[in-house]
């Protein structure tokens, strides 16, 4: 099958797009939940993210690698078995992983060495390995193998990283292409995107990129954001990349963001997201609505029979008050955890679905300055 990606609509920098994959279209831009190890933290499944409008199930190459095992998962057909999600699926390389949560590791030329975060084992990962786990995996689009440096980095250091980058990206085109041909791999259609680093310096990124747009990849990634640097570098960054990104592939910004970020990265011309904040920080009672953000924790809400958001159309601000989440809060109850991690997401991809319906009308500009703010903002 034939994959290819369509920009239907534009305003300003701003795309409204058309992603065909070999298991389903998605409209963009679009948010990609991130179900780690097969599953969203907080009791949601496969089947729930349907429920919520989610067009793409992100998981994780690295902590499947090392539980339950990407052979494992191969032998019992692929991620989408496994997972019972019928839809796209990205697999993260594993990188971040490997530099945020191996405290001890060894990077080289041929990749990097390390201790597993969860018995201690030693594992080494490189382009190849990461490319032939998530070929395991049968994801419909994997990530190319990056080193995710420190930001700010010294700028040398982003220099030769950016350089190590590339090389590694080659690696990871050519094993692609050769597990693609296997006759036993589970997705012949496997998707490859870069990823695009340099820290803080303008001039690296966009070196960077036009170095990995030559290699004519499926989409793009802009990695090594959101980790700490003020909201206005990462937005200057965004802005200087994005004129070097191919125009008919997708554009993915990685781990960002807020809801704010995210607008503000659509009218920069970015297509796809994902982040773990949405649902993290619901399963600690911090909650997205139209209105701002709110803590059902607080006293306020114990007798309050609203839903969390009268203007949301989830199962959640259907069925229960936000009286009944906070008790369950204050009792321990797993269930609401669940039900506020359901809110949030419905909540972000509802607001790619809004963001996706101005475009098409041709108001962006206009729901980007009613809500760039206001979604942000605590209660």
């Known amino acids: 099958m034939e994959q290819f990606f369509q920009v239907l609509k534009t305003q300003g920098?701003?795309?409204?797009?058309?992603?065909?994959?070999?298991?389903?279209?998605?409209?963009?831009?679009?948010?990609?939940?991130?179900?780690?190890?097969?599953?969203?933290?907080?009791?949601?499944?496969?089947?729930?993210?349907?429920?919520?409008?989610?067009?793409?199930?992100l998981c994780n190459t690295y902590h499947l690698h090392v539980r339950p095992g990407d052979e494992l998962i191969k032998s019992l057909g692929g991620l989408h078995r496994f997972t019972g999600f019928d839809g796209p699926?990205?697999?993260?390389?594993?990188?971040?992983?490997?530099?945020?949560?191996?405290?001890?590791?060894?990077?080289?030329?041929?990749g990097v060495y390390f201790n597993s975060h969860?018995?201690?084992?030693?594992?080494?990962?490189?382009?190849?390995?990461?490319?032939?786990?998530?070929?395991?995996?049968?994801?419909?689009?994997?990530?190319?193998?990056?080193?995710?440096?420190?930001?700010?980095?010294?700028?040398?250091?982003?220099k030769n990283s950016c350089a190590r980058t590339v090389r590694w990206l080659e690696r990871c085109k050519t094993e692609m292409q050769r597990l693609n041909a296997l006759p036993d791999t589970i997705n012949p259609h496997q998707l490859l995107f870069g990823i695009n680093q340099g820290s803080v310096y303008d001039d690296l990124r966009v070196a960077h990129m036009q170095q990995i747009a030559e290699l004519d990849l499926d989409g793009y990634?802009?990695?090594?954001?959101?980790?700490?640097?003020?909201?206005?570098?990462?937005?200057?960054?965004?802005?200087?990349?994005?004129?070097?990104?191919p125009q008919n592939k997708p554009r993915y910004l990685m781990g960002v963001g807020t809801p704010g970020n995210i607008l503000e990265a659509v009218s920069r011309?970015?297509?796809?997201?994902?982040?773990?904040?949405?649902?993290?920080?619901?399963r600690h009672g911090h909650l997205f609505t139209k209105s701002g953000i709110i803590n059902i924790n607080n006293e306020r809400y114990k007798a309050d029979l609203l839903p969390i958001d009268e203007s949301c159309g989830c199962p959640t601000c259907q069925r229960h008050s936000r009286a009944f989440?906070?008790?369950?809060?204050?009792?321990?109850?797993?269930?609401?955890?669940?039900?506020?991690?359901?809110?949030?997401?419905?909540?972000?991809?509802?607001?790619?679905?809004?963001?996706?319906?101005?475009?098409?009308?041709?108001?962006?500009?206009?729901?980007?300055?009613?809500?760039?703010?206001?979604?942000?903002?605590?209660?």
């Open 13 to 57: 920098d701003a795309r409204l797009g058309r992603f065909v994959t070999v298991h389903g279209e998605v409209q963009t831009p679009a948010f990609m939940n991130v179900a780690t190890a097969g599953a969203i933290k907080g009791g949601l499944s496969a089947y729930d993210l349907k429920e919520i409008g989610c067009q793409v199930q």
């Open 89 to 110: 699926i990205l697999t993260d390389s594993g990188g971040f992983q490997v530099f945020s949560l191996a405290k001890l590791r060894q990077i080289r030329e041929e």
């Open 118 to 158: 969860v018995d201690g084992r030693k594992i080494f990962m490189g382009p190849e390995e990461s490319m032939r786990i998530q070929s395991n995996l049968g994801s419909t689009i994997a990530m190319a193998f990056d080193e995710c440096m420190q930001n700010p980095a010294e700028y040398n250091y982003a």
């Open 221 to 245: 990634a802009i990695g090594g954001l959101a980790v700490g640097e003020p909201k206005e570098d990462m937005y200057r960054i965004i802005s200087a990349v994005t004129p070097y990104m």
């Open 269 to 282: 011309g970015v297509d796809l997201f994902d982040c773990v904040m949405p649902s993290r920080n619901a």
């Open 325 to 379: 989440i906070r008790h369950l809060f204050k009792a321990g109850e797993m269930l609401a955890m669940r039900l506020c991690v359901m809110h949030n997401l419905w909540f972000y991809n509802t607001l790619l679905a809004e963001i996706r319906d101005a475009l098409q009308a041709g108001t962006f500009t206009e729901y980007k300055q009613r809500y760039v703010e206001i979604l942000d903002t605590r209660i």
